[in-house]
């Protein structure tokens, strides 16, 4: 954990599209789509924020997918906590009981433990570890080499691009890995800088206490953006691309994948008063009425009583939590184009602009 960061420098040729994408978290066919949508090829640049691995069973198959994929197009790499965390497992820094315990909660999402099950070794507990982590090194020394071979930071002139975040431009050296990777609540450290620092690892929905937005936090006045679309994490997540202005002080834009069927609207509806926006570490919730549908629940940070659906809720080491949730009617014209996340009996949970809300109206 006490491993310094390390600083690469990168090279933006003007003339080249630059694309910024983070926290894939092993879903493959987003990457792809994300991708394709975009319309990526040879003439790019890539640059992917880290946290390709975790969370899912596909992180492998990604990880192969870039490393084939840097073959021929022009790609860098920053290393993500998730990205270190086969490697934290394979040298020994993690307490053997930490191992297992995070092993027995993600199962085969976990790389390492997806590694060891692909060549038939068992990780069932600490007592198969030693021998695992000699037959995962065998297995996979040219994965394993390319993970181990991701910076920490990549510093231009004008861009620095770190997964977590960082507290300063300068002596970037003497920071260690780590806390560059998982720096959670980056934009609520109140920190500002010349470059433009661009970020992932944390979901963007979590910054916003009123409406589920999942589109990249841009902050002009702070010279930082944070760019994860909770693909993988969230029900309705997606993955980002950003992508650089030519210049410096140009405009961003960005694209986005989220998988989802897409509808047509049948009516207008206009946005809710005072949405609510439940998320990850705000989230407690008591059972004011349940339902087998939907339940009846008060949300303890706000105070405020509303419908949950039921198979949100769950018991965990943080109490009676749900999962992320929302009140927010999304304002809607008729022949609007709906990415469909849900549908309910009492209406349809859809996002429009990478904003996620419930629509009560009619949709073909």
Not at 325 to 345: A, H, I, M, N
Request: with cysteine.
């Amino acid at each position: 954990m006490d491993k310094k960061a390390v600083v690469r420098p990168i090279s933006l040729p003007k003339g080249r599209r630059v694309l910024v994408v983070s926290d894939i978290h092993g879903n493959l066919p987003y990457l792809k789509g994300l991708l394709d949508k975009a319309g990526f090829s040879s003439r790019d640049i890539l640059i992917v924020l880290g946290d390709i691995l975790e969370k899912s069973t596909g992180g492998l198959d990604t990880l192969r997918y870039l490393m084939d994929l840097a073959r021929t197009h022009t790609v860098h790499f920053v290393q993500g906590n998730c990205d270190a965390t086969p490697l934290g497992f394979l040298s020994g820094q993690w307490p053997e009981e930490i191992a297992a315990r995070y092993a027995g909660f993600w199962k085969r999402k976990a790389t390492w433990v997806d590694m060891a099950h692909r060549i038939g070794v068992p990780v069932d507990g600490p007592e198969d570890y030693p021998a695992a982590r000699e037959a995962i090194r065998a297995a996979y020394p040219e994965e394993l080499a390319f993970l181990e071979d991701m910076p920490t930071i990549l510093l231009s002139d004008d861009y620095l691009f770190v997964h977590g975040g960082v507290p300063r431009e300068e002596d970037l050296e003497e920071l260690t890995a780590w806390s560059c990777m998982k720096n959670d609540n980056f934009l609520g450290q109140d920190l500002s800088f010349r470059r433009w620092v661009i970020v992932g690892h944390w979901p963007v929905s979590l910054y916003h206490p009123d409406i589920p937005k999942a589109g990249p936090v841009i902050l002009p006045d702070r010279h930082i953006v944070s760019i994860d679309g909770g693909c993988t994490l969230k029900e309705d997540g997606q993955l980002n691309a950003l992508i650089l202005p030519e210049e410096p002080d140009g405009e961003f834009t960005w694209v986005s994948y989220d998988g989802f069927p897409t509808v047509t609207a049948q009516e207008d509806q206009a946005p809710s008063a005072d949405p609510l926006n439940i998320r990850w570490g705000h989230s407690n919730i008591e059972i004011l009425e349940p339902g087998d549908e939907f339940t009846r629940v008060r949300h303890v940070e706000s105070g405020r009583e509303l419908d949950i659906l039921t198979d949100t809720i769950q018991t965990g080491i943080f109490g009676l939590t749900c999962k992320d949730t929302t009140d927010y009617l999304l304002p809607v014209k008729k022949g609007d184009t709906l990415s469909l996340v849900r549908e309910t009996s009492r209406g349809a949970i859809v996002k429009k602009d990478g904003v996620t809300g419930w629509y009560l109206g009619s949709f073909t």
